[in-house]
């Protein structure tokens, strides 16, 4: 191999191992009705990557998680840590644990507190109103905060209770031209939730 192969090669090859380190992967969401997790169900417009694919939760983007993230989690439990992981016991009876039943306002600010535990700040809501998602009631609401480097996001919740617990959605993007590009298109998404 001559020295000029071998110096495009020792180039070539860490630029293509970069980019595929930056790319996100993942199996691609087609436009339409989609199985989001579960028995969860979501319509959408556009193009998304499943980043994260568990059995309890998925994460989407359209342009990296960092740019732009819709979890879609189909149960919240009874006593579980909203954003699933933690479980309410008596050694940490405090925190933002789901319980059944709770009124609009509440199951709101038990989001919000999700956030800011999970390091966000400056969490603000606004505009809580009643939603319909397939026979269910249910809630949503816009909300604003900064992470933890002091990028300010903007993002909308939907959820609704059900037989096993509560259905949850979240998107987020920065306030800046990734959340008003998509916000339309992503708040028409989060009103077909719906269980199959």
Known sequence: MSLRRILQTAVIVPICLLLAACSTGGALVKPGPTIASGKLMIDSEMEWTRIYT??????????GELLNRLYLIPTVREKEFI??????????????FYHRGLRPDELRDLILDGLRAAGTANVEARDLRPATFGSREGLRFEFSLANEEGLKFKGMA???EHEKGLSLAIFMA??????????AKVAKMLDSLRLK
């Not at 954003?83 to 933002?96: S, V, W």
């Not at 920065?174 to 916000?183: F, I």
């Open 83 to 96: 954003f699933l992981g933690e479980r309410q016991t008596k050694r940490r009876p405090d925190g933002a």
């Open 174 to 183: 920065p306030s800046e031209y990734y959340y008003p590009r998509d916000e």
């Open 54 to 63: 568990g059995t309890r939760y998925q994460l989407w983007s359209i342009d």
């Open 158 to 160: 939907a959820a609704f």
